[in-house]
């Protein structure tokens, strides 16, 4: 995937919110009339610090004072603007909303630099703009509205939608600012720090870990360079954004990406930085209903970040709805009939003028929370099964529980040096042995971040291990996050970083890693057994098929530990390592 593909994608997936009336298309609906508007927005820590935003205000065809319409709020993906936005705002202005669609801070025509979302930032600036939608709050040129429909004075009737990096704005908006209504967050973060350093053992709770993690160092160098490129060519009209020694980010992003690539590991700061410009660290300030849409084919925002907020959610009562897509940063083309035509457009109805799956669940969201004018959606988890055929709309292709987790837990144990079992009698001890390279070398391959997933597979001999379960006698339905122990020993001064995944092994041979995603962890301590989680994924793997559970000591797009180590994982009756994977029955 080339950048610029990065940028549409990050930028126009939340054209899937569009809905209709019965029996019409966006074709037959008048045009809204579009304004293109400066902002004055005061933001920062101490408030001391103004930036220019540029928006385009989308006014649907008969709103007034008299007859005035809800409001959607949106912005872009990382390294777009807010002209990614138009056919999402037509459709929705054509739907009868009123849309404000403006480029984030850093980006597009708007001043100040790049903050990562932060709430003292990003947060403040969306909520100025919020102001404006409520008549409070004049452009720069001096334009107030007053066609937008109030709970309140000063009060819109106000939701938030986009993906990405305009995804997790919507929580650093609502999380200070009660006058927002519902927020639709489509594959965003939860916490920053997992998202760039991930390291799935030693969890605090949900995706944070108490031990630093390994750098996704393709994924922070693709985004640095598309965030230096968006500053150099907006130097002309704010050049503080570029006369810095981190151009267009705030002062603390390149120290910190070079450090963690030299080093394989974030530092307190960073860390400090990524978590305050994540969900994570203000969840419980997010109690408005919530439409969690994640990619399943996403090895940067990965479906567990969905799922720690969707469980914090739950556990604090805030109403909301997740849904795992089939797309996502690693594969922006959504199935045919899921979002779109599946040609890349994002279109909210397939080529006969009908809602596709998705564009139905985000309509019935808005037309309810916002409109009034539709059922409450059910509170409930979906998500898309690729080995279910259909025809025209892939509604059929969604499995559907109540709540997350949606299966039960299967467990294989290792035994020796090279095999599965389901049966605890049959575990054999051993010990199998791989080396970590040294400076991080990718002895492993299995994907190039936002490039290609069809790379060959690849784990050089003597820098992994591998425990392979007999030929499955049905069809396994894995849905959510599997877990493994493993009993890790290491000659080396700290633990090593390593990289687990889960692979299906078919019976000629051929090998799939679902999604290309995987596990880096960097253990804080080997004196107990290391428990493991591993990115959620749906996948069938077939009748007749193998499940295999790999430790790779190196991965090509992460940046591992700078040092070579031995590293041994042990098994035998007594403790035998496991691997668990959630499943369900699906008819």
Not at 121 to 131: E, F, T
Not at 341 to 362: I, K
Not at 559 to 577: N, W, Y
Request: proline fraction near 8%; charged fraction near 15%.
């Amino acid at each position: 995937m080339s950048s610029g593909r990065v940028r549409v994608l990050l930028s126009s997936i939340a054209i899937a919110a569009v809905g209709l009336p019965a029996g019409a298309t966006a074709a037959q609906a008048a045009p809204p009339s579009v304004r293109t508007l400066h902002f004055d927005v005061v933001v920062g820590p101490h408030d001391d610090t103004h930036c220019d935003v540029v928006g385009d205000l989308y006014t649907p065809d008969g709103a007034s004072a008299a007859d005035p319409r809800p409001a959607v709020l949106t912005t872009n993906g990382f390294g777009g603007s807010k002209d990614d936005q138009q056919a999402m705002a037509t459709a929705l202005a054509q739907r009868g909303y009123v849309v404000l669609s403006y480029s984030g801070l850093g980006f597009g025509g708007s001043g100040c630099r790049i903050e990562l979302d932060d709430p003292d930032w990003d947060g403040k600036a969306g909520s100025q703009l919020v102001s404006f939608l409520g008549g409070t709050k004049a452009a720069t040129d001096g334009t107030t509205i007053d066609t937008v429909a109030l709970d309140a004075p000063g009060d819109p009737r106000v939701g938030m939608i986009g993906g990405s990096y305009g995804g997790q704005v919507q929580y650093a908006v609502a999380g200070q600012d009660p006058r927002v209504d519902t927020i639709v967050p489509i594959i965003t973060w939860n916490d920053l720090a997992y998202s760039l350093t991930p390291n799935g053992t030693d969890l605090r709770s949900g995706v944070t870990s108490e031990t630093p993690g390994v750098a996704k160092y393709q994924w922070a160098a693709l985004f640095t360079t598309i965030g230096v490129a968006d500053g150099l060519q907006g130097a002309q009209q704010d050049p503080d954004r570029v006369i810095t020694t981190c151009p267009n980010f705030d002062d603390r992003v390149c120290p910190g990406v070079i450090e963690a690539g030299v080093t394989g590991q974030p530092s307190p700061t960073t860390l400090q930085l990524l978590r305050h410009a994540s969900v994570a660290s203000y969840v419980d300030h997010i109690r408005i209903p919530t439409l969690l849409l994640q990619g399943q084919a996403d090895t940067l925002f990965n479906l567990d970040e969905a799922i720690t907020t969707y469980r914090s959610l739950r556990a604090q009562g805030t109403p909301v709805k997740m849904v795992w897509q089939s797309w996502g940063h690693s594969n922006s083309t959504p199935a045919p009939g899921e979002l779109g035509d599946g040609d890349g457009g994002y279109s909210p109805t397939d080529a006969a003028g009908n809602l596709t799956a998705e564009g139905r669940m985000v309509e019935q969201w808005f037309d309810h929370y916002l409109a009034g004018t539709a059922p409450a959606p059910a509170l409930d988890f979906s998500y898309f099964r690729d080995w279910v055929p259909y025809t025209g709309d892939a509604t059929p292709a969604f499995g559907r529980a109540k709540a997350y987790p949606a299966g039960r837990d299967r467990t294989w144990r290792l035994s020796g040096t090279d095999t599965l079992t389901e049966d605890r009698k049959a575990v054999q001890p051993g010990t199998a042995a791989l080396a970590t390279p040294a400076a991080g070398a990718p002895t492993s391959v299995t994907e190039i971040s936002a490039l290609s997933q069809d790379v060959p597979l690849f784990d050089a001999p003597g820098t992994y291990a591998q425990w392979t379960s007999a030929p499955l006698a049905a069809d396994t339905d894995v849905v959510g996050a599997p877990q493994a122990t493993l009993r890790i020993g290491a000659v080396a001064a700290v633990p090593p970083a390593l990289f687990v995944k889960v692979e299906d092994v078919a019976p000629d041979g051929t090998v799939t890693l679902p999604h290309r995603l995987i596990a880096p962890i960097r253990p804080g301590s080997l004196a107990a057994p290391v428990q493991v989680t591993l990115p959620a994924i749906v996948h069938r793997f077939a009748a007749g098929h193998r499940v295999r559970l790999v430790v790779a000591g190196s991965d090509a797009a992460y940046r591992g530990s700078p040092t070579p180590a031995a590293v041994t994982v042990t098994t035998d009756a007594a403790h035998p390592g496991t691997l668990t994977l959630p499943v369900v029955s699906n008819p």
